[in-house]
């Protein structure tokens, strides 16, 4: 294993790895292949210490920068960075719930190459986890398991397992309980591994199943409280939720580079597509998505540490929010490359339609998009009355949204089932309008004004919605609305907070990168819940997408991320 290094170098390395492995990662996904050499390339350069925390003998301390990394694998490979990634999910109910005992023990498997996997689903029963079937009897001082988990990622290949099993026959949220299983440890025939499946993206990974037949496991293996399964599962879930946007985020870089390239070196009448408006314009929307959901992560993963009882809200909407924007621009510019976007060998290896499939499957990662909406309209009263009352934590929000802020460990303690006070985030966007209005910006202003006010709209029309097991698709519309909020929210403060220290470096300067992003926000806003949005002059919005693009192709020049944020080094964030 190489040195220990900060995030930003190491992301290099991973750039430097995954990125010239192009061809053979094709022809993995050709054959279903599992990425073996890649994977364990990945642990040669440490990444695995990246998911213990630093308290266990990790290097894991800033969620800012566990983003940054899971991004780098996203714009490289999405089938590595998933087999590689589930690791961290695998693991995390330890670091909330484990005894100091089950922690160590994990930390030492996972720093020295375990591969871990997290077994919630069963088969017919999908995301509604308390219908979950496979039970743990108490026995013999410890556990007997019987039942099945599929389909899980690392199921096969993972030599331990968070296992979330029935405890009291009635079920219910204090019917269940998690256990960390060794699969060294068990009996010979009392686990089998279910077969392989088949999937259209992703294809590498390990997406497997597993049954236990009688598996006995030592009192030691519960994690946490006999009931409080579900519970702890709620709270990993919304780290694990904002964690996956940063392959979001990742697959979104990897598309616009692969657009852009082909944008600047394909010619039609010996001139570049890249400098006909149509295509300058799909550009630059691309890219404006892309800072749009960047911020929204940053911010999301920043918030872990600093605003941890409002995480409920924040990975819901980050976890809806991000592979639905991916997918349209994905969309957008697989329409712009047309049949290059399909080939599965001769343009770009096939990236492209790989990166499409792959991308498709996020989604329904860690709860798909409608149950992460629904997780959000559960928590509507909450939302709409802080945000009414402008209830805030200020100081949460200031290491939030300021990137030089050190980041304190999670404090595990803190996460909530359910967030008593709102979102700070949005309910506090409001304050951020002195500081856009002295940038002398009108348009600028025009469009923070907006999706402000925006907010506002969205806000009131939820506190009108009771709760529903089964809410009306007016209550999923608002939930999108909200997410589009958050993201324009996101942006305004970290601007708030940062463009004194960055205004010289690209793309701040002229408050590029905000204009371009809450441009994309308030264009998918619906006026009909928002209002009617500003009006600007063609000249403007060319001029707009023209800036946006001359930094695209910059930033393309060169590996590594296409990222507003490249004037701090997040290992100044974080404390080591």
Same mark, same amino acid.
């Given at each position: 294993?190489?040195?220990?290094?900060?995030?930003?170098?190491?992301?290099?390395?991973?750039?430097?790895?995954?990125?010239?492995?192009?061809?053979?990662?094709?022809?993995?996904?050709?054959?279903?292949?599992?990425?073996?050499?890649?994977?364990?390339?990945?642990?040669?350069?440490?990444?695995?210490?990246?998911?213990?925390?630093?308290?266990?003998?990790?290097?894991?301390?800033?969620?800012?920068?566990?983003?940054?990394?899971?991004?780098?694998?996203?714009?490289?490979?999405?089938?590595?960075?998933?087999?590689?990634?589930?690791?961290?999910?695998?693991?995390?109910?330890?670091?909330?719930?484990?005894?100091?005992?089950?922690?160590?023990?994990?930390?030492?498997?996972?720093?020295?190459?375990?591969?871990?996997?997290?077994?919630?689903?069963?088969?017919?029963?999908?995301?509604?986890?308390?219908?979950?079937?496979?039970?743990?009897?108490?026995?013999?001082?410890?556990?007997?398991?019987?039942?099945?988990?599929?389909?899980?990622?690392?199921?096969?290949?993972?030599?331990?397992?968070?296992?979330?099993?029935?405890?009291?026959?009635?079920?219910?949220?204090?019917?269940?309980?998690?256990?960390?299983?060794?699969?060294?440890?068990?009996?010979?025939?009392?686990?089998?591994?279910?077969?392989?499946?088949?999937?259209?993206?992703?294809?590498?990974?390990?997406?497997?199943?597993?049954?236990?037949?009688?598996?006995?496991?030592?009192?030691?293996?519960?994690?946490?409280?006999?009931?409080?399964?579900?519970?702890?599962?709620?709270?990993?879930?919304?780290?694990?939720?904002?964690?996956?946007?940063?392959?979001?985020?990742?697959?979104?870089?990897?598309?616009?580079?692969?657009?852009?390239?082909?944008?600047?070196?394909?010619?039609?009448?010996?001139?570049?597509?890249?400098?006909?408006?149509?295509?300058?314009?799909?550009?630059?929307?691309?890219?404006?998505?892309?800072?749009?959901?960047?911020?929204?992560?940053?911010?999301?993963?920043?918030?872990?540490?600093?605003?941890?009882?409002?995480?409920?809200?924040?990975?819901?909407?980050?976890?809806?929010?991000?592979?639905?924007?991916?997918?349209?621009?994905?969309?957008?510019?697989?329409?712009?490359?047309?049949?290059?976007?399909?080939?599965?060998?001769?343009?770009?290896?096939?990236?492209?339609?790989?990166?499409?499939?792959?991308?498709?499957?996020?989604?329904?990662?860690?709860?798909?998009?409608?149950?992460?909406?629904?997780?959000?309209?559960?928590?509507?009263?909450?939302?709409?009355?802080?945000?009414?009352?402008?209830? =805030?934590?200020?100081?949460?929000?200031?290491? *939030? $949204?300021?990137? @030089? %802020?050190?980041?304190? &460990?999670? #404090? +595990? /303690?803190?996460?909530?089932?359910?967030?008593?006070?709102?979102?700070?985030?949005?309910?506090?966007?409001?304050?951020?309008?002195?500081?856009?209005?002295?940038?002398?910006?009108?348009?600028?202003?025009?469009?923070?004004?907006?999706?402000?006010?925006?907010?506002?709209?969205?806000?009131?029309?939820?506190?009108?919605?009771?709760?529903?097991?089964?809410?009306?698709?007016?209550?999923?519309?608002?939930?999108?609305?909200?997410?589009?909020?958050?993201? =324009?929210?996101?942006?305004?403060?970290?601007? *708030? $907070?940062?463009? @004194? %220290?960055?205004?010289? &470096?690209? #793309? +701040? /300067?002229?408050?590029?990168?905000?204009?371009?992003?809450?441009?994309?926000?308030?264009?998918?806003?619906?006026?009909?819940?928002?209002?009617?949005?500003?009006?600007?002059?063609?000249?403007?919005?060319?001029?707009?997408?023209?800036?946006?693009?001359?930094?695209?192709?910059?930033?393309?020049?060169?590996?590594?991320?296409?990222?507003?944020?490249?004037?701090?080094?997040?290992?100044?964030?974080?404390?080591?």
């Amino acid at each position: 294993m190489t040195e220990p290094q900060n995030a930003t170098a190491l992301a290099a390395e991973i750039d430097v790895l995954l990125g010239g492995a192009a061809p053979v990662l094709a022809e993995l996904d050709r054959a279903s292949a599992y990425p073996l050499t890649q994977l364990a390339g990945l642990d040669e350069l440490g990444l695995p210490a990246q998911y213990v925390p630093r308290e266990h003998g990790g290097r894991l301390e800033s969620h800012q920068e566990l983003f940054e990394l899971w991004r780098a694998m996203g714009r490289n490979d999405l089938s590595v960075a998933v087999a590689h990634a589930k690791t961290y999910l695998g693991s995390i109910c330890v670091w909330i719930a484990g005894s100091p005992e089950q922690a160590r023990g994990l930390a030492g498997a996972v720093l020295g190459g375990a591969r871990v996997g997290w077994a919630l689903t069963e088969p017919g029963h999908g995301a509604d986890l308390l219908a979950g079937e496979l039970t743990a009897v108490p026995e013999d001082g410890g556990w007997r398991l019987d039942g099945t988990k599929w389909p899980i990622n690392n199921a096969t290949r993972g030599r331990l397992l968070s296992v979330l099993a029935r405890t009291d026959e009635r079920g219910g949220g204090r019917g269940f309980g998690l256990f960390l299983v060794d699969k060294d440890e068990l009996a010979p025939g009392s686990a089998t591994p279910l077969p392989k499946v088949d999937t259209l993206g992703i294809r590498g990974a390990d997406i497997s199943g597993i049954r236990f037949d009688g598996a006995h496991v030592g009192g030691s293996a519960l994690i946490g409280a006999p009931g409080g399964g579900a519970e702890t599962v709620l709270k990993a879930l919304q780290l694990t939720r904002t964690m996956c946007g940063a392959l979001s985020v990742g697959a979104t870089e990897h598309a616009l580079r692969l657009a852009t390239r082909f944008a600047a070196e394909h010619r039609i009448q010996g001139r570049p597509l890249v400098e006909r408006p149509f295509v300058r314009s799909l550009l630059a929307r691309g890219a404006a998505t892309l800072l749009a959901v960047e911020a929204a992560g940053v911010v999301g993963s920043r918030a872990a540490h600093a605003l941890t009882g409002e995480m409920s809200v924040v990975s819901a909407v980050l976890k809806a929010l991000a592979p639905t924007l991916a997918d349209d621009v994905l969309g957008r510019l697989g329409d712009f490359l047309g049949a290059r976007s399909l080939l599965t060998e001769l343009h770009e290896h096939g990236a492209f339609q790989k990166l499409a499939r792959d991308h498709a499957v996020l989604a329904i990662f860690d709860g798909s998009t409608p149950v992460n909406r629904h997780a959000l309209i559960n928590q509507f009263a909450a939302i709409a009355a802080g945000h009414a009352a402008g209830t =805030a934590d200020r100081d949460g929000l200031a290491v *939030t $949204a300021g990137l @030089a %802020a050190p980041l304190a &460990a999670v #404090p +595990w /303690a803190q996460l909530r089932a359910a967030s008593r006070r709102g979102c700070s985030v949005v309910a506090s966007a409001r304050t951020t309008l002195p500081a856009v209005d002295a940038a002398r910006n009108a348009e600028l202003s025009a469009l923070a004004r907006h999706t402000v006010d925006a907010a506002d709209r969205v806000c009131a029309a939820m506190a009108g919605v009771r709760p529903n097991r089964r809410p009306a698709m007016y209550a999923h519309d608002l939930a999108q609305q909200y997410e589009l909020c958050f993201a =324009a929210a996101a942006a305004l403060h970290l601007w *708030t $907070a940062n463009h @004194a %220290a960055a205004r010289e &470096a690209r #793309p +701040w /300067a002229g408050e590029l990168w905000l204009t371009g992003a809450l441009r994309d926000i308030v264009r998918r806003l619906d006026p009909e819940l928002c209002g009617d949005a500003p009006r600007f002059a063609p000249a403007w919005h060319e001029e707009l997408d023209d800036r946006l693009v001359d930094w695209l192709l910059r930033a393309t020049e060169r590996p590594g991320p296409i990222s507003a944020f490249g004037f701090v080094r997040h290992s100044e964030g974080s404390h080591g």
